[in-house]
Every structure is written in structure tokens, then in C-alpha cells.
């Protein structure tokens, strides 16, 4: 992106300026700065390039032409362009509904969205696809999640009756990432599917082409689909390296570094984790940057660089203690250290560090810590006491309500602890249970989320 100078600016002509005309089909879609900068650019650089104090690169002005549904061609100085387009008829209620949410009146944002609806011509349909688009992100914040699934599907209808493939896709993207956060993981991966297969292969709309990517391959991921996951990460990754959403960049290498090392990758997953550390530094994200330490210090003990893997749990360590009392990375500095005092041959210090572990974790947590000292003492024999925590940790997930809760590898361990002593009767309830769940989930239990780095190795036999 190049800048001018306010002194070297070129002689005022009758033509709009590139910026004018942003600012011009902008507002007649009914979009704010920030909405039109996305999570590429800044509101700011909008701000300058429509007051024609900055112009974008050719690779920019592809992104903001797609958002405003314009030829690249209409944007450029050329003696001849397209008469503007008429203004949106949407957007004065588009604009009063921002404000509203803005001012946290997000009930009264919905009931001006949902007048426009009835008021708006049946023939004007990308006006109806904005409400239904910003209706629907309304509602992901505060709606019931049955009555947001709806909205999204209306929208979702909405642009597609416009035969916008892009704007379809990208919504398609929004309700995926709605789903994932309250742990639908395979309803994400089909909506994230769809959003590509929607797009096809369009060269023209690399940022969105990444973010599905990226966020299918997350999704892959967290149900333990590695193999599949990797491909979409790394092709996500390349991608990315000409965008500049830095966050979600180190978000996507992380993770592909997680599941590099779960694969015996050491040497490619730690570049990955390096990677995502930088960009987190970079960011100032100090929360990110403990999590990419943690990170590194899991790549580099199963890598067998233990003085490496001490070094870096020192860093998130020491870094975690300037949080608030209580945060969960606290919790996660915990687990690690006790990961790598099992690893080292400390029972004793582990054990230690896992039962301060669990007194420390949140609900989300707690049960991955019980698991956790459960390995510690089924390797070392103690299966009464390890039966006991595998119990624990499997209540809090059967009552946790969570989609995504490894229900199936939990009682599959806690089956073979039972039979190794002598329940068989309770084993094979468990064994069945299990079964029923993979069964269901159409997976093999290999679910690599980031709660199960400091797991130990399940004891053989």
C-alpha cells in the first residue's frame, strides 16, 4: 500500500477519485469503515484511502471491490466508468440498527431490522440479504440458538436467491464460526464445506479462500481428523502468507504445529510453533504468546529437547504470573510443568503439581486435569486411584453438556482400568458406551484439541 504526501496530491478533475468512489459504494451498501476493512485492514486506512490520502495495492483494491460488488475496472481512474449504482434501499434502517447495537439496544437494532423486512419490495433482494446478514449477527449475541440457526439460514437463502456466491460463502463462514463456539464442530465443518464448494476455485478471492481453510482445517482438528486437518491448515497457511490477519495466521500455524507434532513431525512442528510465537509477539497478544510457549514446550520434549521444553515453560511461566489470580493459563503452566516432571521420572512432584492443577481449573478444564493424573497413576499401578480420577473426569463431561467432550476415549480407559481389575461386568458397559459414541462421532477418538497436550502416553498391555 503506498501513501501520498497532502502536498503532492494531482490536480483536482471532474472524474470521482478512486476514494470517492470507495466512500460513494460504501454507503450505498449500508457498510461502516470497519465493516469494509474486515479483518485485513484497518478502519483507519479506509478512512485515509477515501480521503484519497493513501491508495491501496491492486491485491487491496481486489478485496474492497469484491465487498462493494464492483468491477476492480470501476474503481480506476479511467476517463469512462459505470454510472453509480442507485443507493441501497436498505440502508437507512441498516444504519439506525447499527447505532442501536452499538448503543447496546440490540432488541430495538432487531425490531428496525425486522420493519424494514416487511417494508422492503419483494423484488429488491440484496437489500433483504443485508438485513437478513446483519439480522442474523445480531442474534448470534444474544438469540437463543435455535432462533439464530434460523436467521442464519434465512440469510444464508437470501444471498444465494442474489447469486452472490462471495457474500453467500461469507456467511456461511460467520455461522460456522457461530457453531464452533458452542462446540456444533460438525455442523462447522459442513457449513465451512459448503462455503468453499460455493466459491469454487476463484482466484479472485484468495482472503476468503484462507479463512475457510483455515477454519475447516481447525475444525477437522478438534475432531480428530489430522490427516484432513493438516492438508486444509497448510493450504490455509500458504495462502496467508500475502494476507495480513496476523491473529488468525498464528492461530492456524499453532495448530499445525500441534498436529505436525502429533504425527512425529518434530522438526516441521516446532517451525510452526516458532512461527505463531512470533506473529503473537508481534501482536502484543501476551495471552496467545503463553499459549504458543506452552506449545513449544510440548514440541520440544517430545522432540527429546528437555532443556528446550524446561526454558519455554519458564517463559509462559513467568509471564502467566503477571495475569490476574485465577486465569486458566495459570491453570495450564500447572499441567505442563507437571506433564514434564512425569516425563522426567518426578511421580511424586506431578502428582503434586496435577492436584494443584485441578484445584485451580474451571469447570472446562477440570476434567482433562482429572484424565490427566489418571494417566500418571495408571502407568505407575495405582488403578484404584486412577479409576477414581477417569470417573471424576468422565462425570464432569457427561454433565458438561459439550458436544465436542471426548465421551468415547474416556470410557474406553476407564473400561480397560476397570477390567484390569476384574469389574468385567462394569467394563463392558463402558466398552459398549464407547463404542456407541465413535460410532456416532464417525471418528477414531483421536481428537487433538489443545486440552490434551499433557496427556501421558496410555501404559502398555
Same mark, same amino acid.
Given at each position: 500500500m503506498s501513501r501520498s504526501g497532502r502536498g503532492r496530491r494531482e490536480p483536482r478533475s471532474d472524474r470521482p477519485t478512486l476514494g470517492e468512489r470507495i466512500r460513494r459504494e460504501r454507503q450505498r451498501l449500508g457498510l461502516t469503515q470497519a465493516e469494509l476493512a474486515g479483518e485485513e485492514m484497518t478502519k483507519s486506512f479506509i478512512s485515509q484511502v477515501e480521503a484519497d490520502l493513501a491508495r491501496p495495492s491492486l491485491r487491496t483494491l481486489q478485496l474492497l471491490a469484491q465487498r462493494l460488488?464492483?468491477?476492480v475496472s470501476y474503481f480506476l481512474d479511467e476517463p469512462e466508468v459505470d454510472p453509480p449504482a442507485p443507493p441501497l434501499a436498505a440502508f437507512p434502517a441498516l444504519?439506525?440498527?447499527? @447505532? /442501536? $447495537?452499538?448503543?447496546g439496544a440490540t432488541a430495538q437494532a432487531l425490531e428496525r431490522l425486522d420493519q424494514?423486512?416487511?417494508?422492503?419490495p419483494p423484488t429488491d433482494l440484496l437489500s433483504q440479504a443485508r438485513l437478513l446478514s446483519l439480522r442474523a449477527e445480531l442474534m448470534a449475541s444474544t438469540g437463543p440458538p435455535d432462533q439464530v440457526v434460523h436467521a442464519y439460514r434465512q440469510a444464508a437463502d437470501a444471498w444465494r436467491a442474489t447469486g452472490d456466491e462471495r457474500e453467500e460463502a461469507s456467511l456461511l463462514l460467520h455461522w460456522a464460526r457461530y457453531e464452533m463456539t458452542r462446540g456444533r464442530t460438525d455442523r462447522a465443518i459442513r457449513l465451512l464445506e459448503r462455503g468453499l464448494d460455493r466459491l469454487g476455485d476463484s482466484p479472485e478471492d484468495e482472503w476468503l479462500q484462507a479463512n475457510l481453510r483455515a477454519e475447516?482445517?481447525? @475444525? /477437522? $482438528?478438534r475432531r480428530g481428523a489430522p490427516a484432513e486437518a493438516i492438508e486444509h491448515l497448510k493450504e490455509a497457511l500458504w495462502a496467508m502468507d500475502d494476507l495480513t490477519d496476523f491473529a488468525r495466521y498464528g492461530e492456524v500455524a499453532l495448530t499445525l504445529g500441534r498436529l505436525l507434532g502429533q504425527t512425529g513431525e518434530h522438526e516441521a512442528a516446532q517451525v510452526m510453533v516458532e512461527r505463531s510465537l512470533y506473529f503473537f509477539q508481534a501482536l502484543g497478544d501476551r495471552e496467545r504468546t503463553i499459549d504458543g510457549y506452552l506449545h513449544l514446550t510440548w514440541v520440544k520434549a517430545r522432540a527429546g529437547q528437555g532443556d528446550g521444553a524446561r526454558w519455554a515453560v519458564e517463559q509462559a511461566d513467568r509471564m502467566a504470573r503477571e495475569l490476574p489470580p485465577g486465569?486458566?493459563?495459570?491453570t495450564a503452566v500447572l499441567r505442563a510443568r507437571a506433564w514434564l516432571a512425569a516425563l522426567e521420572g518426578q511421580v511424586s512432584a506431578a502428582q503434586a503439581l496435577w492436584g494443584a492443577a485441578i484445584q485451580a481449573a474451571g469447570p472446562q478444564d477440570r476434567p482433562w486435569v482429572h484424565r490427566e493424573l489418571a494417566r500418571l497413576l495408571w502407568r505407575e499401578g495405582r488403578l484404584e486411584e486412577a479409576q477414581t480420577q477417569l470417573q471424576k473426569a468422565l462425570d464432569l463431561l457427561e454433565g458438561s453438556g459439550d458436544a465436542d467432550a471426548p465421551l468415547g476415549p474416556v470410557r474406553e480407559e476407564l473400561a480397560r482400568v476397570c477390567e484390569q481389575l476384574?469389574?468385567?461386568d462394569r467394563a463392558a458397559g463402558l466398552f459398549a458406551g464407547a463404542l456407541d459414541w465413535f460410532q456416532k462421532k464417525g471418528m477414531t477418538g483421536g481428537w487433538m484439541d489443545s486440552g490434551a497436550l499433557w496427556l501421558l502416553d496410555l501404559p502398555r498391555g
Open positions: 460488488n464492483r468491477p444504519r439506525q440498527a447499527r @447505532a /442501536l $447495537a452499538a448503543a424494514a423486512l416487511v417494508e422492503l475447516l482445517g481447525l @475444525a /477437522l $482438528a486465569h486458566r493459563l495459570q476384574g469389574q468385567l
